[in-house]
């Protein structure tokens, strides 16, 4: 790979890892609201899972090459989630 390559290829899969870890947090403090249930739907567990299991796969072929851990999400991650979430619930209320 390219060294430019390798550098796109990581900045993209720390950004995604972000947001996943976003969503994570998320869900965590929603599922604290109650009593720990999931709040996802079996489906959609199951798309977030799978995306994990490729960032994952990913990370560890990219590693090989340059090691790099992922970083916890930062605020606009946090902060970008909720808001998807808080509008996601808004539009369940109207329907």
């Known amino acids: 790979m390219t060294e430019r390559a390798l550098e796109t290829i990581q900045s993209g ?8 870890k976003a969503i994570d947090v998320v ?9 720990g249930e999931d709040p996802l739907r079996p489906v959609m567990r199951k798309v977030l ?6 960032l994952t796969e990913l990370h560890a072929i990219l590693t090989v090459v340059a090691p790099f851990e992922p970083p916890e999400p930062d605020e606009e991650s946090l902060e970008l989630a909720r808001t998807y979430f808080e509008s996601g619930r808004r539009l369940m209320e109207m329907i």
Do not use: M, P
């Open 27 to 35: 869900l965590e403090e929603v599922a604290g609201e109650f009593d």
């Open 49 to 54: 899972e799978k995306a994990r299991y490729r």
């Open 13 to 20: 899969l720390i950004s995604l890892w972000q947001e996943l």
